[in-house]
């Protein structure tokens, strides 16, 4: 069953025994292509959150309970998993100058990001056509 169809308290139990099992792998692609691979079936709704806004950002435990996500809100989500596994990571607000939105990624020692492509873990280098509105460490978001 789809993590994201179960009820909101078995949700939050799943996501731990998930960064429970990611903490054994070695493999630093790996767990971030398993990140990105339980974070894709979120469901996506309209605006979640307010990406200029991270006073009103839900906590972690929120956010999973609450399941009410977006493309930004599934960044932060992602972003929640790895501080919660202690991989220190960075959350950035971009502004991409070829698709011309603006989104939050997750960027891994300076060298992978999630969320800039759908399930994918993309080298840093690919998103040099980006600028950077705000960034966050995610020891400071929790």
């Given at each position: 069953?789809?993590?994201?169809?179960?009820?909101?308290?078995?949700?939050?139990?799943?996501?731990?025994?998930?960064?429970?099992?990611?903490?054994?792998?070695?493999?630093?692609?790996?767990?971030?292509?398993?990140?990105?691979?339980?974070?894709?079936?979120?469901?996506?709704?309209?605006?979640?959150?307010?990406?200029?806004?991270?006073?009103?950002?839900?906590?972690?435990?929120?956010?999973?309970?609450?399941?009410?996500?977006?493309?930004?809100?599934?960044?932060?989500?992602?972003?929640?998993?790895?501080?919660?596994?202690?991989?220190?990571?960075?959350?950035?607000?971009?502004?991409?100058?070829?698709?011309?939105?603006?989104?939050?990624?997750?960027?891994?020692?300076d060298e992978h990001v999630l969320n800039y492509t759908y399930n994918e873990v993309i080298d840093n280098t690919t998103i040099s056509h980006c600028s950077i509105i705000n960034q966050w460490e995610s020891s400071d978001l929790i």
């Amino acid at each position: 069953m789809n993590v994201w169809q179960m009820s909101s308290d078995q949700r939050l139990k799943e996501w731990r025994v998930f960064r429970n099992e990611i903490l054994e792998i070695d493999d630093d692609i790996k767990v971030l292509k398993l990140v990105a691979d339980w974070w894709k079936l979120a469901p996506i709704s309209t605006r979640a959150i307010d990406v200029y806004d991270d006073s009103t950002w839900p906590n972690p435990w929120d956010l999973i309970h609450k399941g009410e996500l977006d493309e930004n809100a599934i960044a932060l989500g992602m972003c929640y998993t790895l501080q919660l596994i202690d991989w220190p990571c960075t959350l950035q607000l971009i502004q991409d100058n070829e698709q011309n939105e603006i989104k939050l990624i997750i960027l891994v020692d300076d060298e992978h990001v999630l969320n800039y492509t759908y399930n994918e873990v993309i080298d840093n280098t690919t998103i040099s056509h980006c600028s950077i509105i705000n960034q966050w460490e995610s020891s400071d978001l929790i």
